[in-house]
């Protein structure tokens, strides 16, 4: 048993400890079960869902590059309907547990984002709270992503505030930090999740042709990690409203880099898909390493970072 | 036939190499010590494998079993090096640890009837074994195998010895059985008639054909498809397949075999 | 022999091949004549100079990552008069031997940055054009970068214009790098380099402190290379004038790659730090793929992915 | 005495390792055949190893050779183990091929009447390689050596077998000389007076702490600094060393040894 009482608050989010998991990294949590028991995670994001079922990009949609991997799933989702009803009782349970469940939605347009949101506030009753992910490609602005700025990140997250009572983060997308961090409290935003993928590109260059079905993806794992510890001391410095570092966590420490840099929480993406077990590993090191720093409660450590 | 097979939840393995070398041209076989896996797998199904030596390489290579010896807790795999995930691994030494998730989604079910086997180059690997369990079972079958030349040649040996009735090869380059694709030797033996099913592996284009074949003669017809992937057991997304009707199918969970007739080629 | 013709033009920059070296990663050249015949490269571009020498950050100045290096040098210079005074001999023979010489200017503010250019203009008859990195702190506006915004970097090159008629490009930052591309076109730019490092931080989380002597540097190295290539794609499909590709180019393919994405030229940073002779093995590689793509001419493939 | 040696320019070599072993606890003695690099290194100079096995760790390891052996071809280099990189080179087998960047820097120069030479932790390496240079050209030195502990000791011999006049040594626990810091046999010895200079190789605090006993004794002191470093011969200003007056030096160029009166403490 730890000395250190590893409890934190994410925007009203109670976690009984800062390890989570992050969107479309994690199934539903359901497919660690055979690994570990995710019962013991402060929280996890579901992945993305919208009101209606969205089919997401032809394959291959992921490629490996130095130090990461890149992805183009596109939001594959069956629409926040059919994703309660497969895994609802599950996700129940899982709350139940004391892992607190976080409902990730998406949308084409405001319209569909609300949609989203209110199928969950009514369905989910199991939800701790939502995220909403900005960085989905903006129909009406023909493809840009929905949070590309500040003025349009919080537009979305405005017309959001008043459909639950319950938290509410935004995903933000790793560009632009601090105008969009502050826009987004200025909404409403209840937390800040970043950072998102890095847009990137591969090219086989004996083909010519993108390693992907398109030719832009989005950039994980170890080596977006000291980009992402950046974003979130930006975020930390201009917000008051807490913040949930996430970008190629692969052990305790890139985790307590974030806690350091402002997050007070931490959600693991690539690592579990690239070793299963990583999750509560990362737990392990961290509350190890909040010990080490001599401190009776992690929330000592949040923004600790000295200049 | 179907494909309802209890699904196994995937765990984390350590195994030990106990045999790592070439078996045909640019073809080796690992054999690895692997109690609880040997006793899991089921033939069709595959492992994660996580490959050291570079460590800037992060995800795993998915790989299915080509033999499964519960018995002597042996788990083997037959892999040809395309790359620099597959070249590394042909150079772990005897004695390494690998770490290795599985078992990953589900094999080829339950046969009935007379089943010809079609196989393309290391597409070979899932068939072996599937030709293993029909030999034990003691369900009849063909099989139709093809490789670019003689030297690349996996599979004829096992899947004789498994119990095949008749082995037919086709090569690329006419250097052993017939010259042209495997298609060819699958068209002819299903010419021959009689199958109640077809089970196909090899490269994409050999199993649309080889569906379009099996669909012309009204014989059922199972492949196991290839993606590229990350996780290996339902988590990302990253392993879509499109199925009629524009749902979308996990190759990892929902596969990697899969009813043909419902895959969009 | 090689049968492909490998010479480009660099928006008036007449380059023997594509594959030029980095500012700051190459000295003035000099250094790199033990290792090879530096005047087989098609450019190098020297160490920011400003008009007034500038002292950088305190040790430490770099530390390192993920496949890739985080550097706070803080663009510590002699200043342009002195730079000349000391390497213009070598940089003259060296643009004698065909290989371009680049000189790079720096500045807190537009008027340093037109000192530093009119310094060079009259001193540098050697220079083949000159670099503006826009990346400097700017001081009257609290040390942000002076390139932050496409207006700020276009007034840094609107400023610059009409003090020489050698070509001009224009380091950018990786950042909002459509607009900022059409800015800098707009504003007479004949060519862009980017991307300069990506702002990143790196804590030792014992000491709770910045693995630097600052809190945040720049990320290099092979790790920013999928984030390059995309940034070079952007800007090759919002501007006309050409393209210098930069970052994380470690091998002939990396730089296959930005050429397919539309850089006309290539420059090698971090890589001539940990392996010093790759600058002209890149050029090799490059030289072979071109070859292996049945083409005449390497300006055939500038731009030639296919989507 | 002086800064003025001819500066060798950097190349690339391919060293073979023939040995690489334990030395005194943590740290480790490698000798690498480099014909070339061992003709052209003087002692205080430096190389930049490639250091194999972790390809996620681009930069190299600035390394001071130990001892120089033209005779034999042979460079030799003194290593404490104290992170991931030095701890890979402590695995790297005989018959390992190392990148070497080298010669880097500029050594001790020439040294006239006697020397003190000040050495703590693993700063010993470049100060015993000077030693067994003044042995051999006969020029007078006593040696202070300190380090944590006896088991940590290292130098002590070869600087006794170089011909020291007196090895007076220091352990911060007391297990083996004075119990204390370098510094303090230091101060000792430079009672003693007679000196015509100070070397010192070793932690940046008891550098800073000889070059002010020095100062006080009216005796000029060099210091090998160190930095974190990328490239090893002065292309990136990543070394930087604050020199009085406001210039900025290059540890890798104008360095590692500097005179310590120069340098901003
Ligand atoms: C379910 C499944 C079972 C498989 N079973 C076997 C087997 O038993 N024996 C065998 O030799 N191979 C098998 N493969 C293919 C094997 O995974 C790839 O050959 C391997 O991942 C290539 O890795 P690499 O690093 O060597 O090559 P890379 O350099 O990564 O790629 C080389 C080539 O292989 C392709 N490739 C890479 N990864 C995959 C992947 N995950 N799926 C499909 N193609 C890929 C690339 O597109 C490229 O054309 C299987 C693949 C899947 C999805
Ligand atoms: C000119 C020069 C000569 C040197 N000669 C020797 C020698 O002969 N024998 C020897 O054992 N060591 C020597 N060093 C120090 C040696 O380079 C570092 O110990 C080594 O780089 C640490 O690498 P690492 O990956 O093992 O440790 P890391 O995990 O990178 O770091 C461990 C510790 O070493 C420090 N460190 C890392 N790199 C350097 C560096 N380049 N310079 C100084 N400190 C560093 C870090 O700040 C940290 O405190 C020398 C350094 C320089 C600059
Ligand atoms: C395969 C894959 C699918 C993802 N799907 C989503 C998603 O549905 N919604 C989302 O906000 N982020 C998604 N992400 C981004 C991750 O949640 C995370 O922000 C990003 O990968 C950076 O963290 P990491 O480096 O730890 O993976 C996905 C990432 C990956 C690798
Ligand atoms: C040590 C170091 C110093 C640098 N100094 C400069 C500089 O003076 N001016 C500049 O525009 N870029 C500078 N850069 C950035 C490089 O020119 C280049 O844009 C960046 O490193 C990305 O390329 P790379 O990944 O190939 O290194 C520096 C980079 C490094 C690593
Ligand atoms: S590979 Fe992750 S879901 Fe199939
Ligand atoms: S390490 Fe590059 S200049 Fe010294």
Same mark, same amino acid.
């Given at each position: 048993?730890?000395?250190?009482?590893?409890?934190?608050?994410?925007?009203?989010?109670?976690?009984?400890?800062?390890?989570?998991?992050?969107?479309?990294?994690?199934?539903?949590?359901?497919?660690?079960?055979?690994?570990?028991?995710?019962?013991?995670?402060?929280?996890?994001?579901?992945?993305?869902?919208?009101?209606?079922?969205?089919?997401?990009?032809?394959?291959?949609?992921?490629?490996?590059?130095?130090?990461?991997?890149?992805?183009?799933?596109?939001?594959?989702?069956?629409?926040?309907?059919?994703?309660?009803?497969?895994?609802?009782?599950?996700?129940?349970?899982?709350?139940?547990?004391?892992?607190?469940?976080?409902?990730?939605?998406?949308?084409?347009?405001?319209?569909?984002?609300?949609?989203?949101?209110?199928?969950?506030?009514?369905? !989910?009753?199991?939800?701790?709270?939502?995220?909403? /992910?900005?960085?989905? +490609?903006?129909? $009406?602005?023909?493809? *840009? &992503?929905?949070?590309?700025?500040?003025?349009?990140?919080?537009?979305?997250?405005?017309?959001?505030?008043?459909?639950?009572?319950?938290?509410?983060?935004?995903?933000?997308?790793?560009?632009?930090?601090?105008?969009?961090?502050?826009?987004?409290?200025?909404?409403?935003?209840?937390?800040?999740?970043?950072?998102?993928?890095?847009?990137?590109?591969?090219?086989?260059?004996?083909?010519?042709?993108?390693?992907?079905?398109?030719?832009?993806?989005?950039?994980?794992?170890?080596?977006?990690?000291?980009?992402?510890?950046?974003?979130?001391?930006?975020?930390?410095?201009?917000?008051?409203?807490?913040?949930?570092?996430?970008?190629?966590?692969?052990?305790?420490?890139?985790?307590?880099?974030?806690?350091?840099?402002? !997050?007070?929480?931490?959600?693991?993406?690539?690592? /579990?898909?690239?070793? +299963?077990?990583? $999750?509560?590993?990362? *737990? &392990?090191?961290?509350?190890?390493?909040?010990?080490?720093?001599?401190?009776?409660?992690?929330?000592?450590?949040?923004?600790?970072?000295?200049? | 036939?179907?494909?309802?097979?209890?699904?196994?939840?995937?765990?984390?393995?350590?195994?030990?190499?106990?045999?790592?070398?070439?078996?045909?041209?640019?073809?080796?076989?690992?054999?690895?010590?692997?109690?609880?896996?040997?006793?899991?797998?089921?033939?069709?199904?595959?492992?994660?494998?996580?490959?050291?030596?570079?460590?800037?390489?992060?995800?795993?290579?998915?790989?299915?079993?080509?033999?499964?010896?519960?018995?002597?807790?042996?788990?083997?795999?037959?892999?040809?090096?395309?790359?620099?995930?597959?070249?590394?691994?042909?150079?772990?030494?005897?004695?390494?640890?690998?770490?290795?998730?599985?078992?990953?989604?589900?094999?080829?079910?339950?046969?009935?009837?007379?089943?010809?086997?079609?196989?393309?180059?290391?597409?070979?690997?899932?068939?072996?074994?599937?030709?293993?369990?029909?030999?034990?079972?003691?369900?009849?079958?063909?099989?139709?195998?093809?490789?670019?030349?003689?030297?690349?040649?996996?599979?004829?040996?096992?899947?004789?010895?498994?119990?095949?009735?008749?082995?037919?090869?086709?090569?690329?380059?006419?250097?052993?059985?017939?010259?042209?694709?495997?298609?060819?030797?699958?068209?002819?033996?299903?010419?021959?008639?009689?199958?109640?099913?077809?089970?196909?592996?090899?490269?994409?284009?050999?199993?649309?054909?080889?569906?379009?074949?099996?669909?012309?003669?009204?014989?059922?017809?199972?492949?196991?498809?290839?993606?590229?992937?990350?996780?290996?057991?339902?988590?990302?997304?990253?392993?879509?397949?499109?199925?009629?009707?524009?749902?979308?199918?996990?190759?990892?969970?929902?596969?990697?075999?899969?009813?043909?007739?419902?895959?969009?080629?």
């Amino acid at each position: 048993m730890s000395g250190v009482s590893m409890a934190v608050d994410l925007g009203g989010i109670r976690m009984a400890n800062p390890i989570g998991t992050a969107s479309g990294t994690f199934g539903c949590g359901r497919q660690f079960e055979g690994f570990y028991d995710v019962g013991r995670l402060g929280a996890i994001t579901t992945k993305g869902c919208s009101a209606e079922p969205w089919n997401g990009n032809p394959a291959p949609r992921v490629c490996e590059v130095t130090s990461g991997i890149m992805n183009s799933v596109g939001l594959q989702n069956p629409g926040v309907r059919e994703f309660v009803a497969h895994e609802g009782a599950y996700l129940s349970g899982l709350a139940e547990r004391g892992c607190a469940v976080i409902c990730q939605v998406v949308g084409h347009s405001i319209e569909e984002y609300a949609s989203a949101l209110e199928l969950y506030e009514e369905l !989910a009753p199991f939800a701790a709270g939502f995220e909403v /992910n900005i960085s989905c +490609p903006n129909v $009406a602005a023909g493809g *840009l &992503a929905m949070g590309s700025t500040p003025e349009r990140a919080a537009e979305v997250m405005r017309a959001l505030r008043p459909l639950t009572r319950r938290p509410v983060l935004v995903k933000m997308a790793p560009s632009r930090v601090p105008e969009t961090a502050r826009a987004l409290e200025d909404a409403g935003a209840d937390a800040l999740s970043l950072i998102n993928t890095i847009p990137a590109m591969s090219i086989d260059v004996r083909t010519r042709r993108s390693r992907l079905s398109r030719p832009t993806a989005g950039l994980s794992g170890p080596l977006v990690h000291p980009i992402a510890v950046r974003m979130v001391w930006e975020a930390h410095n201009a917000v008051g409203i807490p913040i949930n570092g996430i970008g190629g966590v692969m052990s305790g420490q890139d985790a307590a880099e974030f806690i350091l840099a402002g !997050a007070t929480t931490v959600s693991v993406g690539t690592a /579990n898909l690239v070793q +299963p077990d990583s $999750a509560p590993r990362i *737990l &392990a090191e961290l509350e190890r390493w909040a010990e080490s720093q001599g401190v009776h409660d992690i929330n000592e450590l949040i923004g600790a970072f000295e200049c | 036939m179907g494909l309802v097979v209890a699904r196994q939840t995937a765990g984390l393995h350590e195994c030990e190499v106990v045999g790592n070398g070439p078996d045909a041209k640019g073809i080796f076989l690992l054999r690895m010590r692997a109690e609880g896996l040997s006793r899991a797998l089921a033939p069709g199904q595959f492992v994660n494998v996580a490959v050291p030596g570079d460590a800037t390489q992060i995800l795993r290579v998915p790989l299915s079993c080509s033999g499964i010896l519960p018995d002597e807790g042996l788990v083997e795999i037959s892999y040809a090096v395309v790359g620099d995930g597959t070249r590394r691994l042909s150079e772990v030494p005897v004695g390494t640890s690998l770490g290795v998730v599985g078992p990953c989604g589900h094999g080829w079910g339950p046969i009935e009837g007379k089943a010809l086997l079609v196989a393309g180059g290391i597409g070979a690997a899932p068939i072996v074994c599937e030709a293993r369990r029909l030999g034990v079972e003691g369900v009849p079958f063909d099989a139709a195998l093809g490789a670019q030349s003689a030297a690349r040649l996996w599979g004829e040996a096992a899947l004789a010895r498994a119990g095949a009735g008749e082995v037919l090869v086709a090569t690329d380059d006419g250097s052993a059985g017939i010259a042209g694709f495997a298609t060819l030797a699958a068209e002819r033996l299903l010419a021959k008639g009689g199958y109640s099913c077809v089970l196909c592996c090899g490269p994409q284009p050999l199993m649309a054909a080889v569906a379009g074949l099996a669909g012309k003669a009204g014989v059922p017809c199972l492949v196991s498809l290839e993606r590229m992937m990350s996780c290996g057991f339902g988590a990302c997304c990253t392993c879509n397949v499109s199925l009629v009707g524009g749902r979308q199918a996990s190759c990892c969970m929902d596969g990697p075999v899969f009813d043909a007739s419902e895959v969009v080629w």
